[in-house]
C-alpha cells in the first residue's frame, strides 16, 4: 500500500511539472510574441526619433563588433593591405607593363560591381535589394536589342559597357544567335549569380553558430525554424509545408538538395542556409552546391529567359499586341514604339550625337529604381533599429532572471 502511494504521488508530481513546463512555455511564447510585435511598430514613419536613435547605436555597436574581428585576424588584414600596396606601386609606376594593370583593373572592377550587386540581393539586409529586375535584367535586355540591331556582339571597348554602341561596318544580317548572346553577358551574370551565392552564407554561419555554442539565437529567421521544427507535426497551411519540404530536400538529399533548392528562383532558400547550419553540413557542401546552382544553372536559366524575352521578333509581336488593345492600345503602343526607336538611334551615335529626347517610359523606370532604393535603405535603417531594441530586451528579462 505505501509503494503504491508513492507511485502515485510520484504521477501527481510528473503532471504538475508537464503542467508547470506547458504552462512556461506558453507564457514565454507570449512574452516573445509581445516583444516581437513591439519591435516590428519601430519604423521611420512611426517612431522616426527613436528608430534613427537606435540605428546609429547599433551601428556603432556593428563597428565595433568588425574592429575587434579585423584585429583578431590582424596577419589576413596585414597581407591584404600589402597587396594593396603592390597593386597601387604596379599601377603608379610608368612602364609597358600599364596596359595589362589597366585591363586588370577594368575586369576586377565590373567583376566587383556585378558581385556587390548580387550580394545585396540575397545578403538580407533591409528587405534586400532586387538588382536582377533593377540592373542585370535590364543590361542583358539591352545587349539583346543592340546585338540584333547591330547584327554582331563586338561593341566597340571603350564605350562599352557604359553605352552600347554598333561597331563600325556592322555585322551579317541574321548572324545573331542565341549562344552568342549568352556569352557576351557570361562574366557578368555569373558574377551576380556568384554574389548571391556569397549572400546566402550569414544565415548558414549564423544556425552553425547557434547550435555549436547552444546559446539562443539572435535571429528571427531562426526562431522561426526551430518552431517550425517543434511543430512539424501538425502543420497545416501550404508555406509552412513547403519550408518544411526544403528542410527535409536539404536534410535528406544533402549535395544534391541544395543544388536543386539553389539552380530555381526559391524565395525559401534562406531555409535552407538555415537548415544545413543547423544540422551541421560541412560549409564546402552547401556553399559548393549553392555556387554551382545560383552562379551556373539558375543564371544560366534567367539569362535565357531575358534573351528570348527581348529578342527582335518577340520584342515587335509585343508591341504590336500592345496596340491591338482596345481604346487605349494605340496611345500604349507610341511610347513603346519612340523608346525603340530611340534607342536603336543612340546605337547608331557614338558620344553624345545622338538625338536626346527624354521619353516618358525611361522617366519611370529611373523614379521605380530610385523608390526601391531608397526603400531599401530604410528597411536597413529599420532592421537596424529594430536589432538594437531587441538587444534591450534581452538584456532587459537578463536582468530579470537574476533577481
Not at 68 to 73: A, D, E, I, M
Not at 168 to 188: A, D, P, W, Y
Not at 302 to 318: D, G, R, Y
Request: hydrophobic share 40%; charged share 20%; with cysteine.
Amino acid at each position: 500500500m505505501a509503494a503504491n502511494g508513492a507511485k502515485c504521488e510520484q504521477k501527481r508530481a510528473g503532471a504538475k511539472d508537464k503542467q508547470n513546463g506547458k504552462a512556461t512555455d506558453s507564457s514565454v511564447r507570449e512574452r516573445r510574441q509581445r516583444d516581437k510585435e513591439d519591435r516590428l511598430s519601430l519604423v521611420v514613419w512611426r517612431r522616426p526619433i527613436t528608430t534613427l536613435h537606435y540605428f546609429l547605436l547599433e551601428t556603432l555597436i556593428k563597428l565595433k563588433e568588425w574592429t575587434v574581428k579585423l584585429w583578431q585576424r590582424r596577419g589576413a588584414v596585414f597581407l591584404v593591405l600589402l597587396l594593396c600596396s603592390l597593386f597601387s606601386i604596379a599601377y603608379s609606376t610608368e612602364g609597358t607593363h600599364q596596359q595589362y594593370v589597366q585591363h586588370l583593373e577594368k575586369r576586377f572592377l565590373w567583376c566587383a560591381y556585378w558581385v556587390g550587386l548580387g550580394i545585396l540581393s540575397s545578403v538580407g539586409l533591409g528587405t534586400g535589394l532586387h538588382t536582377f529586375l533593377l540592373y542585370l535584367g535590364p543590361h542583358i535586355a539591352s545587349v539583346t536589342l543592340a546585338a540584333y540591331e547591330c547584327s554582331s556582339t563586338d561593341f566597340p571597348e571603350p564605350p562599352y559597357p557604359d553605352q552600347i554602341v554598333c561597331p563600325q561596318g556592322g555585322g551579317v544580317e541574321g548572324s545573331i544567335s542565341l549562344f552568342s548572346i549568352m556569352s557576351k553577358v557570361r562574366l557578368e551574370a555569373c558574377m551576380w549569380g556568384a554574389g548571391t551565392a556569397i549572400g546566402e552564407l550569414p544565415p548558414y554561419f549564423m544556425a552553425r553558430a547557434a547550435r555549436q555554442s547552444g546559446a539562443d539565437p539572435e535571429d528571427e529567421d531562426y526562431e522561426e525554424f526551430e518552431e517550425m521544427l517543434e511543430q512539424a507535426e501538425g502543420a497545416q497551411d501550404f508555406v509552412t509545408r513547403a519550408k518544411l519540404g526544403v528542410q527535409h530536400m536539404v536534410q535528406k538529399v544533402g549535395f544534391f538538395g541544395i543544388l536543386a533548392c539553389a539552380s530555381i528562383p526559391n524565395p525559401l532558400f534562406d531555409l535552407a542556409g538555415i537548415t544545413c547550419g543547423h544540422f551541421m553540413v560541412p560549409f564546402w557542401t552547401f556553399f559548393g552546391a549553392t555556387l554551382i546552382g545560383k552562379a551556373i544553372v539558375k543564371m544560366h536559366i534567367q539569362k535565357l529567359f531575358v534573351i528570348i524575352t527581348f529578342s527582335k521578333h518577340i520584342v515587335e509581336q509585343m508591341v504590336s499586341l500592345i496596340g491591338s488593345v482596345p481604346r487605349v492600345g494605340p496611345s500604349l503602343q507610341k511610347p513603346f514604339s519612340q523608346y525603340l526607336e530611340a534607342q536603336r538611334n543612340k546605337l547608331h551615335h557614338a558620344g553624345g550625337s545622338a538625338p536626346a529626347d527624354e521619353n516618358w517610359l525611361s522617366w519611370v523606370f529611373e523614379k521605380v529604381v530610385l523608390v526601391m532604393v531608397c526603400y531599401f535603405v530604410t528597411s536597413i535603417v529599420n532592421s537596424m533599429a529594430q536589432s538594437y531594441a531587441k538587444r534591450l530586451q534581452q538584456q532587459r528579462h537578463s536582468e530579470e532572471k537574476t533577481k
